[in-house]
Nanobody, 116 residues
Framework: QVQLVESGGGLVQAGGSLRLSCAAS????????MAWFRQAPGKEREFVAL????????NYADSVKGRFTISRDNAKNTVFLQMTSLKPEDTAVYYC?????????WGQGTQVTVSS
């Protein structure tokens, strides 16, 4: 059983930056593909970014390309989401996600609020 704990959310003005972290425990972190999703009020959860277990492949939603960067530190069992040029429409609860062989795990989420 993998546990995921996000941190780093908060309130930021438009144009600002935040760095989210997700600490994993209970599994072999380096074997998992990791991702970030987000869910805004009244909307469905949506994909934000993904990084494979070896960190040589990343993928991003079109809405965040060029502004967000996903990375991981397998030695520290942590995945990061560096968010820059934040927009009010980035306001959401951000969730960490892990997957391996069809087994999926979610964190509890961290709130990001971008004021205009």
């Amino acid at each position: 059983q993998v546990q995921l704990v996000e941190s780093g959310g908060g309130l930021v003005q438009a144009g600002g930056s935040l760095r989210l972290s997700c600490a994993a425990s209970g599994g072999i972190f380096r074997l998992y593909t990791m991702a970030w999703f987000r869910q805004a009020p009244g909307k469905e959860r949506e994909f934000v970014a993904l990084i494979n277990n070896g960190a040589y492949m990343t993928n991003y939603a079109d809405s965040v390309k060029g502004r967000f960067t996903i990375s991981r530190d397998n030695a520290k069992n942590t995945v990061f989401l560096q968010m820059t040029s934040l927009k009010p429409e980035d306001t959401a609860v951000y969730y960490c996600f892990a997957v391996r062989y069809g087994l999926t795990y979610w964190g509890q989420g961290t709130q990001v609020t971008v004021s205009s």
